[in-house]
């Protein structure tokens, strides 16, 4: 009798494990058109029975546990549909690891294959893998992240930057080396670092503002390197919200050019003032920008004060006065208004004013390893920390922070 080859590497066969009556479950544990391969995990009793009614692999051999058991998808079905290459990971006789290709039509048939034979498909890895749900929250965000400088805070928190302050706090305030202000204190430290969390989602927000016609769409060309905006010398060439995406210093950001921003606006330019408020109010970062001799002083304090006072919502405001090829002489009285003189046009000070936009995003930056809030659930928690009237309520938020 021959020996089946699982045995001859002594891995144990799938039929040794224990079983249980866990329900089937399928999840995508990968980022949905993010990769060239994506994973689904299926598990719960009698998976393999299931996985068999739609898989046939290339070998005969028993299933065990570590093998990479490549075939054919073909679905319970009987369909027409061609049959699609997968690769098959047993991990135990209830887990599996489907690893097909990663685009969205791959995934949305093998799931759908296991759901007709009645596999609950889970959309949150959380509540598939049963991990802390602080480290599935971080896989989740580090499939989305797209720069390796997003993706190094995420592996922080998937290493267990967050998980590990959890524990650590809890365990601080139970055996009281450590009084629950502490704990307090820190989680408002952690809290500093929300705009650093919402970068891993989405990219860091860039809004070019100013009165009509000082060079807002030229800057944007200039600071993403390609001709995204229109430019014209009359005001109001640009009436809507304009946007490009770039990597400043590893960082994904994202530029927006707004209209031009003055009282005396027609109705059509008025909507699109609206709109530039609007993105502006938005944004982390605001590019106030203005040129010599530009619009009435009165016009200029209007808008100073409308986005001063969206400062206060922790937005940076950085002023640039741009055409300075057009100031006759060095005017420090009018260049000590700014944090930035530069010309579009010729491309003076345009380094200094990308190496302020690198700095500003660096000083966001955690130091390695830091506990950084990555979705809202873990801010909401912190500020439950920080208002906790007492000992235990802290503690128990500590819990349902790493486990809610
Ligand atoms: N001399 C000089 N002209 C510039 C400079 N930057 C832009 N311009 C010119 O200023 C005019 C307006 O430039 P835009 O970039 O369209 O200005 P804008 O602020 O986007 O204007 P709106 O969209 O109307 O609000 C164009 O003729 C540009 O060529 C600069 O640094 N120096
Ligand atoms: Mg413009």
Not at 195 to 218: D, H, M, Q, T
Not at 345 to 356: F, K, N
Request: aromatic residues 4%; negative net charge; charged residues 20%.
């Amino acid at each position: 009798m021959s020996v089946p080859k699982s045995q001859e590497t002594s891995k144990p066969l799938l039929g040794q494990f224990k079983t249980s009556s866990s329900p089937l479950a399928c999840c995508v544990l990968t980022g949905r058109g993010l990769g060239a391969v994506a994973v689904i995990g299926l598990k719960g009793a009698a998976a393999d029975s299931v996985l068999l009614r739609c898989f046939q692999p290339t070998s005969s051999v028993a299933f065990a546990a570590g093998q990479i058991r490549f075939g054919k998808w073909v679905g319970d079905d009987l369909s027409e549909l061609a049959p699609e290459s997968v690769v098959v990971t047993p991990l135990s006789a209830e887990s599996f690891e489907i690893h097909c290709h990663g685009g969205a039509a791959a995934i949305e048939r093998i799931v759908s294959d296991l759901q007709a034979l009645g596999v609950q498909h889970l959309e949150s890895v959380f509540d598939f893998g049963g991990q802390s749900r602080l480290i599935a929250e971080a896989n989740q965000a580090l499939m989305h992240c797209t720069t390796a400088r997003t993706a190094a805070v995420a592996m922080d928190q998937q290493r267990g930057a967050m998980l590990n302050w959890c524990l650590d706090a809890a365990r601080r305030i139970r055996d009281q080396s450590d009084s629950f202000a502490v704990v307090q204190k820190q989680a408002g430290q952690i809290l500093s670092r929300k705009l650093i969390g919402e970068v891993l989602n989405r990219p860091f927000r860039i809004a070019l503002c100013g009165p009509p016609n000082v060079g807002k769409s030229s800057l944007l060309n200039r600071i993403v390197g390609y001709e995204r905006s229109i430019i014209f010398d009359q005001a109001g060439t640009t009436r809507d919200v304009l946007s490009a995406a770039t990597v400043i210093d590893g960082w994904p950001v994202e530029v927006m050019d707004t209209a031009g921003i003055r009282e005396n606006a027609d109705a059509i330019e008025r909507e699109g003032i609206d709109r530039a408020l609007s993105v502006a109010s938005r944004a982390d970062l605001v590019l106030l920008v203005d040129q010599p001799c530009g619009d009435k002083d009165s016009d200029r304090s209007d808008l100073d004060s409308k986005i001063e006072s969206m400062q206060d919502r922790g937005m940076i405001i950085l002023r640039v006065l741009n055409k300075s090829d057009q100031l006759q002489i060095a005017d420090p009285s009018l260049t000590s208004r700014y944090d930035f003189v530069v010309s579009a046009l010729q491309g003076d000070g345009l380094d200094q004013l990308v190496s302020g936009l690198v700095s500003t995003l660096n000083n966001i930056q955690p130091d390695q390893g830091s506990p950084v809030p990555i979705v809202s659930r873990q801010i909401e928690h912190l500020r439950d920390i920080m208002t906790a009237e007492s000992k235990v309520e802290c503690e128990q938020v500590l819990f349902r922070l790493m486990n809610d």
